[in-house]
DNA sequence: GTCTATATGCGGATAGAC
DNA sequence: GTCTATCCGCATATAGAC
């Protein structure tokens, strides 16, 4: 890792926890090994470092989402039949990986507090979070749900309700369980709660068995 | 209002909009038309005027929450008996006016918004917040909702999976707009779609009909 | 209980040597 | 690209007059 990434980095574990103006650039700069002065080589201002990590941080978050089944718009079709292959299982999994990934992934949790902490001064930062963490979500699995419901995998039901009621605990448990790094156990029983109980009230093969 | 008073309100807007560290003693007195020199008769330091607010607040929360429906672990059967007699319409009252309170309560929101700006620097802050906008909350509504089911509102099901279903959406539709002060249609409506079907999952009435 | 004046330190940022 | 030295403004907080 080059000292400009370092710097990202560090600066991203501590704006994600005390917040950007409860962080001096001396912090950063000790938290990288080097002084102030001199991390001003690498970024022109503290701003700037921060304005790196939302711009870098929002492409990889939607790099990452491709990754774990939330594939953009397109190949909808394709990505409601490989869930319908699996059933309760394969919504167990969708949730399990939406939910660790957010949760655990090294810079999508970074990202998510630093957010939450700095969404309310500024408007761009607020429609950046918004954007990722809610409506993108939301969407997805609106028109996931809508194409699962036309494969008859899902039983007749409004898909933007069913994304609501799905995603909201996930977003809700990610928040509940977000400082208690012990306790992931219980936070996977309670999403697990949860989504078997999606299942039962939406999934056909569980209402006809 | 007294002085006293006033420096707690203007400090909680600065606070739930700039963040403890983005807002100075300075900022507070001039929103109050006093020097900032002349705070220091009123309260010893910054951190006064923060711990003051938390612990007002945490109060006053508890108490308004009682007088709109989440009145504490007493007086269930009672509680359950009343939305009973509501059903689907009882409902809807219910989330909305939890929501609503939370949303747009003078105190309640900027209160909101303080703690999810600074739960993630100091472990007791996110202890109030956890405790106030998650455990009490699911807590309450996991024991009116056995009760209810017990009462045969509700058809058999999991209280605590009930719960999580009913409240993290309100949850999630309050961060979702909690910035968007021209679009409470929108944000009720949705709420609206989300308890509608709550009532044709859970509510025997609506099942039977 | 408000003011003016002031102490003291930390904040972001720059200059210039190596 | 790292360092030392420095600038300057703003931060919290206090002293003391009115």
Redesign the interface.
């Known amino acids: 890792m080059t000292t400009k990434e370092k710097i990202i980095d560090e600066a991203l574990t501590l704006f994600?926890?005390?917040?950007?103006?409860?962080t001096s650039v001396k912090n950063i700069a000790d938290a990288v090994g080097i002084k102030d002065s001199s991390l001003y080589k690498h970024y022109k201002s503290k701003k700037e470092i921060f304005d790196t990590i939302v711009l870098e941080m929002s492409m990889r978050m939607e790099g990452m989402s491709r990754g774990l089944g939330l594939p953009g718009e397109e190949n909808m079709e394709k990505a409601a039949f490989g869930y319908g292959q699996l059933t309760a299982e394969g919504l167990w999994e969708l949730s399990k990986n939406i939910y660790l990934y957010y949760l655990r992934d090294e810079f999508a949790a970074r990202f998510r507090?630093m957010l939450?902490?700095e969404?309310?001064?500024d408007?761009e930062i607020?429609e950046v979070y918004?954007k990722i963490f809610?409506e993108d979500s939301i969407t997805y699995q609106t028109q996931l749900f809508g194409e699962m419901i036309r494969q008859s995998i899902f039983i007749e039901?409004?898909p933007?309700?069913?994304a609501?009621?799905f995603?909201?605990?996930v977003?809700?448990?990610l928040?509940?369980y977000d400082?208690e790094w012990g306790r992931e156990d219980e936070a996977l029983a309670?999403l697990k709660?949860?989504v078997?109980?999606f299942g039962r009230?939406y999934l056909k093969r569980d209402r006809d068995a």
Do not use: D
């Open positions: 994600s926890t005390k917040g950007y103006q409860g507090r939450t902490i969404q309310f001064r408007r607020y918004r809610m039901a409004n933007a309700a069913m609501v009621n995603y909201a605990p977003y809700f448990l928040n509940k400082q309670e709660q949860h078997e109980e009230i």
